[in-house]
């Protein structure tokens, strides 16, 4: 009988020492899945040097035109689902040549293109109109959101590059400045030139350099979307159920609270599409309404923004200003977005009412849901593809 008792005391004991020997082994494979990043990233930039040469903004012509290179980034993102993943590859294009004026499109492209994943998920509460109607309107909040925040950012950056230019005032700043130089404590170009170097000269050297340059590209591409993938599965495990506990205890306690909440739980789960997927059943269920859920979704815009400046680190080179200035761009770009569309109380509603008004109209009759998907993320892109090219813009 006492052994018994003995047993049963020491059984939860063995289940923490078990659970705590695992997330362990599970933050040693971050790390790792983090390292693999930062070589993918440094080999599409390599990659893109060997096969594009002094000819990379002639290789990039075709996006010259930025409502094309916007449409590239809503469709790349909404193809493989992540903005992380897309502003990591364009981080490392810049580094291999790809100008960032081409790039910034792009990037503002990428989150639209993110919000398409938990429009999806809205569509598990359809057949219960109420839930449906809370949980697509939480959805599409942040559809709209990004929408007006490219309507109103794009144009300028077109006019004036202000979003350029404030990206080389800080890489500047960061990497150029004296006192506040990186570029002596770069300790990642040792670590992750062996396995470039490994992969050029011994695996793909007895190709000519153009198609060495391919391979390295399309290696790194699918690298990243391996690597991001797997962090998001492990981080779901070790973090979702705390990031719930951040978000009941944050959200419904003021925009600053639901901002940092959202932005917080972004850079540990490393999805914006996780964060605000996460959000959209507790919006359907009632738990909290659109107007508490606003700002949360917007902190998931600036929290997703991590991955790319992680990415950046990986660049060394005459070209690492560049990939540090795109990533900066992408923070910049996403904190005035609130700043200004959360800031200006006129502005601020617009995403509102445009997201009740959809709701309602999708509760009534779904083909307004299919309209909308394949509208916003597929055909009016492909419609201002052919209106730019045709004005010659």
């Known amino acids: ?23 362990w082994l599970q933050w040693l494979l971050i790390v790792v899945l983090v390292y693999f990043l930062l070589v993918a990233v440094s080999m599409i930039g390599s990659g893109f040097k060997l096969a594009a040469g002094d000819q990379a903004n002639q290789l990039f012509a075709f996006a010259n035109n930025p409502i094309t290179a916007l449409v590239i980034g809503i469709i790349a993102t909404a193809l493989v689902q992540s ?34 994943t938990n429009t999806i998920v809205s569509l598990g509460h359809i057949k219960d109109s109420n839930e449906f109607r809370r949980a697509f309107a939480a959805a599409s909040i942040h559809d709209f959101f990004n929408i007006l925040s490219v309507i109103i950012f794009l144009p300028l950056e077109i006019a004036f590059g202000f979003l350029d230019k404030v990206g080389v005032f800080l890489s500047g700043f960061l990497v150029g400045g004296e006192s506040m130089s990186i570029r002596g404590l770069n300790f990642i170009k040792p670590i992750v030139k062996p396995p470039i170097k490994f992969v050029h000269e011994t695996i793909f050297g007895w190709l000519p350099e153009l198609a ?21 599965k492990i981080l779901k495990t070790l973090m979702v159920g705390r990031a719930k506990k951040i978000l009941h205890n944050a959200v419904g306690h003021g925009p600053v609270s ?38 949360f979704t917007l902190g ?15 660049i060394t080179g005459t070209t690492a200003i560049f990939a540090l200035q795109i990533a900066l761009v992408h923070l910049v770009y996403n904190l005035l977005g609130v700043v200004v569309i959360y800031g200006v109380p006129f502005l601020r509603k ?21 309209g909308y998907i394949l509208g916003i993320f597929f055909i009016l892109p492909a419609i201002l593809i052919i209106v730019s090219d045709a004005l010659g813009w």
């Open 1 to 23: 009988m006492t052994s018994t008792v003995a047993e049963h005391t020491d059984r939860p004991k063995e289940i923490t020492n078990t659970t705590a020997q695992s997330n």
């Open 83 to 116: 903005s992380s993943t897309v502003t990591s590859i364009v981080v490392g294009l810049v580094a291999g040549g790809l100008p960032v004026i081409t790039a910034i499109p792009i990037v503002m492209g990428a989150n639209i293109g993110t919000t398409i």
């Open 300 to 314: 998931a815009n600036i929290g997703t923004t991590i991955t790319a400046l992680l990415a950046a680190t990986a």
């Open 350 to 370: 617009l995403p509102i009412l445009a997201a009740e008004k959809l709701s309602d109209l999708a509760v009534k009759n779904k083909l307004y849901v299919v």
């Open 212 to 232: 060495v340059g391919i391979l390295m590209i399309v290696l790194g591409i699918v690298l990243i979307i391996l690597v991001i993938t797997f962090i998001g």
């Open 258 to 295: 639901g901002i940092t909440a959202g932005a917080l739980i972004t850079v540990l789960v490393q999805s914006s599409s996780t964060t605000t997927s996460l959000i959209v059943p507790l919006a359907g269920s009632g738990v909290f309404s659109l107007r508490q859920i606003y700002p």
